[in-house]
């Protein structure tokens, strides 16, 4: 397997797109209000690219089975639209993304990795726990008077 950061030759923009949309369908009417991911196509994703840190993961065979995008903030890298191809999990893919992600941290000076699931995908809250990352706080979306996020931290290297 091999992670690359901001690939600058990376041009599988449907693949990850797919990747993408195949990893989140589970979601689908689980979720309220629904992923922003359903909103976002190709072009959505080069500028999420030009605006963040791509992270990308790639078998042996060169197959994309991996990604997630790296946000720097005030103390934190914020990571988002984590995925991981279904026929690739449970090999270490989202450990090995989230390595990356610690080194780019340490190369800014943030002490912190960030991310948020929703409130209804248990299973995220507890694959994201088992990576080191804790509960810090819950967020709803504009419009929603319950908590519909769940923000989680870890330290960088943890």
């Known amino acids: 397997m091999l992670i690359t950061t901001s690939p600058k030759r990376f041009n599988q ?3 990850l797109t797919q990747l993408l949309h195949e990893a989140f369908r589970y ?5 309220d209000p629904p992923s922003s991911l359903e909103s976002m196509g ?12 791509l992270i990308v993961a790639h078998d ?13 903030r005030d ?7 984590v995925a991981v191809a279904l026929t690739s999990r449970r090999q270490g893919i989202t450990r090995s993304m989230f390595k990356a992600a610690d080194e780019i941290a340490r190369q800014h000076g943030k002490p912190f990795l960030e ?3 929703r409130v209804e995908l248990i299973e995220n809250h507890v694959t994201f726990g088992a ?12 419009g929603y008077s319950r ?12």
Do not use: N
Request: proline content about 1%.
């Open 13 to 15: 923009w449907a693949a």
């Open 27 to 31: 979601m689908e009417g689980r979720i």
């Open 42 to 53: 190709i072009e959505a994703f080069k500028k999420k690219a030009q605006d963040e840190v």
């Open 60 to 72: 042996d065979d060169g197959k994309l089975v991996g990604c997630a995008f790296a946000a720097l």
């Open 75 to 81: 103390d934190c890298v914020y990571l988002s639209k």
């Open 115 to 117: 991310l948020q699931t």
């Open 131 to 142: 990576l080191g990352f804790v509960r810090v706080a819950e967020t709803a979306h504009p």
């Open 147 to 158: 908590a519909t996020s769940i923000t989680m931290r870890r330290r960088v290297g943890a």
